[in-house]
């Protein structure tokens, strides 16, 4: 039994993924070019990471150099995982704003 192609759906599709792949990209770069910027709880470590999970810098307050290494390490991993959660809620936001127009494959109500 032959089966009719059309050819328009298949365009449609093709258009659709294509948009969705720039989309995608946009997307992916944004998340290399934008940070946030997180401090310790006792605000002696700061750190900017991008939405892509890159630390770019760590600055450490003079004040905890002279703290024992038990209290740099807890400060500087309570601020290092400060960032990557901010990260993470960051890229979130952007992808749901990104890709607030596209609705799931199957889906007709755009829910």
Not at 38 to 49: A, F, K, M, Q
Not at 50 to 62: E, Q, S
Request: hydrophobic letters at 50%; charged letters at 25%; proline letters at 1%.
């Amino acid at each position: 039994m032959a089966r009719d192609i059309d050819e328009a759906f298949i365009d449609e599709a093709i258009e659709r993924y294509q948009c969705v792949e720039a989309q995608l990209a946009e997307f992916n770069q944004a998340c290399t070019a934008m940070e946030v910027t997180v401090r310790s709880p006792d605000g002696l470590v700061e750190v900017v990471v991008t939405l892509a999970g890159t630390i770019r810098d760590i600055v450490i307050d003079d004040r905890l150099l002279t703290e024992d290494g038990r209290a740099v390490s807890t400060s500087v991993r309570l601020a290092v995982t400060a960032a990557a959660d901010a990260a993470g809620w960051a890229r979130q936001k952007l992808h749901a704003e990104t890709f607030a127009d596209f609705h799931a494959v199957g889906r007709l109500d755009g829910a």
